[in-house]
């Protein structure tokens, strides 16, 4: 007879080691399952920990004997494994539900298709320097559960996918940040519609005494806030004043951020963070820290000294007159049009990737304006070639980031920037999109 683990994991990557080894670390007794081959830094801690695991396999009679399944977010509900859990009446959860079952901290937490990791990484900054004890974790940097074997904090700031929420259940934001809803992940979801349901999740475990902070520019999200009964404190952010009430605005040249009746104000040429959905992703960020009581002053001082996240439009060099910018985190089709929206120089657009069920439509115009050729790089590139086949006269195929690069140098001239935003997922030629961005670094470097 197979040995019984009150507490399996299924996934053995940065959220489903994190999550065995805070309960190891908590004396539950817990096994590890992964399908395919575990990466060796993960097998090191696992080791560390004595933790016993299986990897290119799951064992049914061990997984299924589990009294609660902790799933990686990656892992979907319809593999065979979780299906048959979920038919034996085994609760299946997130890593970020399991851990926050160990800390006493409030939570402000973060989703949205866009605007994620930079609102997170922000909101961050601006309690640390208010003085506050903050930890962040989540879908950006190391896991929740990780972070908090370090040590628990009076506030945790994390980043939550879809895929995570998908498996909360009674966790639940003091603090909720949703930047907006546009199609994503319909490869896993199938509709909008279920995707949409997934991101609102954070919504919907909030209290009366909780808070969601919501971009009034997004129709979606408007229209689910009005069919749903929600008990939650709602602050919308946006081009225009809400009618009454707390929120944040644009006003002659101004972020306007009314707390309370209290308001503070911080001109958008003096933010660190420049783009209009930046000024969104600061709006939201400063919201959260005036909830978190934060001053007012120090908000100003942090929202114009903050340094912007890695892979996301980021400048990498200059080489003979040419830019080249990137934006690799920007794994969906609503990224890139940020990206291509705010470029002011004729676009080498490097674009590709493991497509997600992308709809490029929105896409067409920008790149009618400002994309004077297109360099794919990704397994596939039928569709982007084409959608795009009519607008652009130049679009040429690339299996590596040093290729993709080389080509888009030779396309290029004096006064032209190359531009790394995919809008598609890594995962065809890349570990992640951090290794797809930090070998287009190389490449560039070694122009």
């Not at 958008?268 to 939201?284: F, K, T």
């Not at 120090?298 to 830019?323: C, M, P, T, W, Y």
Request: proline share 3%.
């Amino acid at each position: 007879m197979a040995k019984e683990y009150p507490i399996v994991v299924l996934g053995a990557a940065e959220s489903g080691t994190g999550a065995a080894v805070l309960a190891k670390a908590k004396g539950l007794g817990v096994f590890v399952s992964d399908a395919g081959v575990i990466k060796e830094r993960y097998k090191e801690l696992l080791r560390k920990w004595d933790i016993p695991f299986e990897e290119s396999k799951h064992s049914f009679d061990i997984v299924l004997s589990a009294k609660e399944i902790i799933k990686s977010p990656g892992i979907p509900e319809k593999a065979p494994i979780v299906a048959a859990a979920l038919a034996k009446g085994i609760p299946v959860i997130s890593e970020i539900e399991f851990a926050a079952r160990f800390s006493r901290g409030k939570f402000i937490c973060i989703t949205g298709s866009n605007g994620k990791t930079t609102t997170t990484l922000l909101t961050h900054h601006l309690l640390v320097r208010g003085g506050l004890d903050a930890g962040v974790a989540g879908n950006v940097g190391n896991s929740f559960a990780l972070e908090l074997l370090n040590g628990d904090h009076a506030w945790w700031v994390l980043e939550i996918s879809s895929f995570q929420l998908d498996g909360m259940f009674n966790f639940r934001p003091h603090i909720a940040i949703l930047t907006n809803i546009t199609p994503d992940h319909l490869d896993r979801y199938g509709t909008f519609q279920n995707y949409t349901n997934s991101k609102m999740r954070m919504a919907q475990l909030q209290q009366e005494d909780d808070a969601l902070i919501w971009f009034s520019g997004d129709p979606v999200i408007r229209r689910e806030l009005e069919r749903r009964q929600l008990k939650q404190r709602l602050i919308p952010y946006g081009e225009i004043a809400p009618d009454n009430g707390d929120g944040a605005w644009i006003e002659n040249e101004k972020i306007i951020i009314r707390i309370n009746n209290d308001i503070m104000s911080s001109t958008i040429e003096n933010l660190a963070l420049q783009g209009r959905h930046n000024v969104y992703n600061s709006m939201a960020s400063a919201i959260a820290a005036r909830l978190a009581e934060v001053r007012k002053m120090r908000i100003k001082e942090s929202l114009a000294d903050f340094q912007n996240v890695e892979h996301r439009l980021e400048f990498v060099a200059s080489v003979h007159g040419i830019d080249f910018i990137n934006d690799s985190k920007a794994t969906n089709v609503n990224s890139t049009w940020y990206a291509l929206e705010s470029m002011t120089k004729p676009v080498i657009w490097i674009a590709g990737g493991k497509d997600k069920g992308n709809d490029y439509t929105v896409l067409g115009e920008l790149v009618r304006q400002k994309v004077k050729a297109i360099v794919c790089l990704g397994v596939d590139n039928t569709k982007l070639k084409t959608f795009f086949g009519g607008m652009v006269q130049t679009i040429i195929e690339t299996s590596s980031a040093e290729e993709a690069v080389q080509a888009a140098y030779r396309l290029g001239q004096k006064g032209d920037v190359v531009l790394l935003s995919p809008a598609c997922a890594s995962f065809d030629l890349f570990e992640n999109f951090e290794d797809r961005g930090n070998q287009f670094k190389k490449a560039v470097k070694s122009l």
